[in-house]
């Protein structure tokens, strides 16, 4: 490089360091925010995986319930059914 170039390239760089800070904070701001997003999704992905976690344990109590009343060959089978439907009303 000749000392002509040099010259050249020393407003280049006096120009270029504040054009890169003027830039870069809002680069910084848009990555905050990216990241800052990204914990506001992970957040909600965990608080419904627990809501599904527990509607599943509901499910499967449920379910167990609903097996045991199908498995069980007692006489008292169609007793509890009724029961469970509650009184019924009188034919008229």
């Known amino acids: 490089m000749d000392s002509d170039n040099i010259w050249i390239l020393v407003p280049l760089v006096i120009f270029l360091v504040p054009i890169t800070a003027i830039l870069a904070k809002p680069l910084t701001r848009w990555i905050a925010l990216q990241e800052r997003k990204h914990e506001l999704a992970a957040k909600l992905a965990d608080t419904q995986a627990a809501e599904h976690a527990a509607k599943i344990e509901r499910l499967e109590a449920h379910v167990a319930v609903l ?26």
């Open 67 to 92: 097996n045991r009343i199908a498995t069980d060959r007692a006489t008292g089978l169609a007793h509890e059914i009724d029961a469970l439907r509650g009184p019924t009303p009188p034919l008229n």
